[in-house]
């Protein structure tokens, strides 16, 4: 099993910044890659951005030059750092966790960037 638990969601004003992190703990070796999702009201999750355990990353069009995925190795930490914030970013984002076959989802953070 693996836990996955977020932190740094809140509410901000368009154009403003955000760094959200994920602590991951339990069986955490061979975990193949994590990344952030997001769901917005009555649309469906998808994927954010992601970085593989060799240290690759992949962002959704949406996101690429204004949101950086990056990995603390000794702190079990991922992290989104969000700049350039736009209202269509406020969702729920979810850290996720793959060591296949297995996937582990963390509980949520809402980010809202108002207008």
């Known amino acids: 099993q693996v836990q996955l638990v977020e932190s740094g969601g809140g509410l901000v004003q368009a154009g403003g910044s955000l760094r959200l992190s994920c602590a991951a703990s339990?069986?955490?070796?061979?975990?193949?890659?994590m990344g952030w999702y997001r769901q917005a009201p009555g649309k469906q999750r998808e994927l954010v951005a992601a970085?593989?355990?060799?240290?690759?990353?992949n962002y959704a069009d949406s996101v690429k030059g204004r949101f950086t995925i990056s990995r603390d190795n000794a702190k079990n930490t991922v992290y989104l750092q969000m700049n350039s914030l736009k209202p269509e970013d406020t969702a729920v984002y979810y850290c996720?966790?793959?060591?296949?076959?297995?996937?582990?989802w963390g509980q949520g953070t809402q980010v809202t960037v108002s207008s």
């Open positions: 996720n966790a793959l060591r296949a076959p297995f996937e582990y």
């Open positions: 339990g069986s955490i070796f061979s975990i193949n890659a």
């Open positions: 970085i593989t355990s060799g240290g690759s990353t």
